[in-house]
């Protein structure tokens, strides 16, 4: 029952704000920092110049929360990046990349060219406080390599803090191959792990929406997703290397 009265509740303050929306000619489009920062604006910009388009917002949100933000109306559309819930959502994948290990510069594991989940058994990662069991699973490849005690890392609440406990040797990290492009340093090496589960970008809206709009921004979207590679490249890689 508590179940159902949630969704209750969220569908009635989803129709609200889209109705308030629909008054102003406003869609909010809703990501974290740094999900494809880029993309995002790539999407805005397609959406924006759609003929009769509404007026596109970009609502900044933190670690899990744009699948709630779309769920109770707050947002129309998400950009979801791995590991996302899509309760009470319909999706549209749109990008997907390999992930690789970050590892302080004096790891022993810093030596190899190419790692495995298996090898990351028994090192600490960093911990999302917000993140639930199976989001945890996921960044520390328990979800492809289930089995064995990982220990407790340090808690993180932003890329750059989880770049400095892994510099500082605390912990070692999973993160998508594109994050290494923006965050290059000295102290800390990117190693591909090579039966790690992939990062994937979605576009997220409501279940059983059919709105017109959302359709248009969904498919520009696509159009725009499709003109972008973040599919690992052997160049890509050979820069992780380093």
């Known amino acids: 029952m508590?179940?159902?009265?949630?969704?209750?509740?969220?569908?009635?303050?989803?129709?609200?704000?889209?109705?308030?929306?629909?008054?102003?000619?406003?869609?909010?489009?809703?990501?974290?920092?740094?999900?494809?920062?880029g993309l995002l604006r790539d999407i805005v910009s397609a959406a924006t110049g759609i003929p009769g388009a509404p007026h596109v917002e970009v609502a900044v949100s933190g670690y899990g929360e744009q699948s709630a933000m779309v769920r109770d109306g707050r947002a129309d559309l998400a950009l979801l990046g791995s590991?996302?819930?899509?309760?009470?959502?319909?999706?549209?994948?749109?990008?997907?990349?390999?992930?690789?290990?970050?590892?302080?510069?004096?790891?022993?594991?810093?030596?190899?060219?190419?790692?495995?989940?298996?090898?990351?058994?028994?090192?600490?990662?960093?911990?999302?406080?917000s993140a639930n069991a199976a989001e945890q699973d996921y960044w520390a490849g328990r979800d492809t390599a289930p089995g064995g005690e990982r220990p407790a890392g340090p808690a993180v609440h932003d890329n750059s803090q989880l770049l400095e406990v892994v510099a500082l040797g605390q912990a070692v990290a999973l993160i998508p191959l594109s994050f290494t492009e923006r965050h290059r340093r000295d102290d800390v090496v990117y190693r591909p792990v090579r039966d790690a589960s992939a990062y994937t970008i979605a576009v997220a809206w409501r279940e059983g929406l059919r709105d017109p709009w959302i359709a248009r921004v969904v498919r520009a979207a696509a159009e725009v997703a499709a003109g972008r590679v973040l599919l690992c490249s052997s160049g890509q890689l050979a820069d992780a290397l380093q």
């Open 2 to 37: 508590l179940d159902e009265a949630r969704r209750v509740l969220d569908a009635v303050s989803a129709a609200e704000h889209r109705t308030r929306r629909a008054a102003r000619r406003t869609l909010v489009i809703t990501a974290k920092p740094c999900v494809a920062t």
């Open 83 to 129: 590991p996302y819930d899509l309760r009470g959502l319909e999706a549209e994948p749109l990008l997907g990349e390999p992930r690789v290990a970050a590892l302080p510069r004096a790891h022993p594991l810093a030596a190899r060219t190419a790692l495995a989940c298996r090898d990351l058994a028994g090192l600490p990662m960093p911990r999302w406080p």
